[in-house]
């Protein structure tokens, strides 16, 4: 079973099994990896375990996910690789034995082990500066519509880099039902447009149908169906 290493400044911390298919890292309490540090976001990041594979998603936060030195939206997790998220470092360990290559993250540029306090002096103080570059993103604004138990019809205005859809106490938009997560969906906004994932919990959410695998781009007029209720989806000029 993989875990992960929590380390502040080169000390140890503590130890975190990954037992779970999702889970989610950031500085609120609905987080499975809690870091209560203001350089974190509430909602940072997530992990996928895909078969055998983990693979680590940002969500859309202030300072980025850096991997090996490489910030990235998305990649797979490898033996060894360090994490860094705002001042903390996340090491990854596979206990199986597999997945032992060096990390390759999708992204430009190359990656090296932040394997030395040189190194994470190097991105703790251009920590500053990548929040001052991160700006909220502007242009179209999303819309959820869906209809409460009462019949009333709620609306939504999606104004943050990442909307929560679930049941938990820190989603922005909830939504009850048995087999909903605390953190179901993710819908996060980047350079104008509007992608949903998958959280957490045991239910099947879909967009027009389909089932939700990966990102997937929404459209005006989109459907999202998540346990028993439906929204719709709308794109307005803000």
């Known amino acids: 079973m993989a875990k992960f290493i929590l380390e502040f400044n080169a000390i140890k911390l503590k130890e975190i099994t990954i037992d779970s298919e999702t889970i989610t890292i950031g500085r609120k309490e609905d987080n499975q990896v809690v870091i209560d540090n203001?350089?974190?976001?509430?909602?940072?990041?997530?992990?996928?375990?895909?078969?055998?594979?983990?693979?680590?998603?940002?969500?859309?936060?202030?300072s980025g996910t850096l991997v090996n030195g490489t910030k990235v939206v998305q990649?797979?997790?490898?033996?060894?690789d360090h994490i860094l998220i705002g001042k903390h470092t996340l090491v990854f360990k596979k206990e199986d034995g597999v997945n032992r290559k060096a990390s390759s993250p999708?992204?430009?540029?190359?990656?090296?082990?932040?394997?030395?306090?040189r190194d994470r002096e190097f991105y703790a103080k251009n920590l500053e500066q990548m929040m001052k570059e991160e700006k909220t993103e502007e242009g179209p604004l999303g819309i959820i519509s869906?209809?409460?138990?009462?019949g009333e019809v709620k609306k939504v205005t999606l104004t943050k880099n990442v909307t929560i859809i679930g049941k938990g106490e820190n989603a922005d938009v909830?939504?009850?039902?048995?087999f909903v997560g605390k953190s179901a969906l993710v819908i996060h906004k980047r350079s104008g447009a509007f992608?949903?994932?998958?959280?957490?919990?045991?239910?099947s959410p879909k967009v027009n149908g389909e089932k939700i695998k990966g990102h997937i781009r929404l459209r005006?007029?989109?459907?999202?169906?998540?346990?028993y209720t439906k929204m719709h989806f709308s794109v307005k000029e803000a």
Do not use: Q
């Open 75 to 80: 990649c797979e997790l490898h033996e060894g």
């Open 220 to 227: 005006d007029n989109d459907f999202i169906e998540i346990g």
């Open 106 to 117: 999708p992204v430009k540029g190359e990656g090296r082990g932040i394997s030395t306090e």
């Open 38 to 62: 203001l350089a974190v976001s509430g909602h940072h990041a997530r992990v996928v375990r895909e078969g055998n594979s983990y693979i680590i998603e940002d969500l859309a936060s202030t």
């Open 195 to 203: 992608y949903i994932s998958r959280g957490d919990g045991v239910n």
């Open 174 to 178: 909830k939504v009850d039902g048995l």
């Open 146 to 150: 869906y209809i409460l138990t009462s």
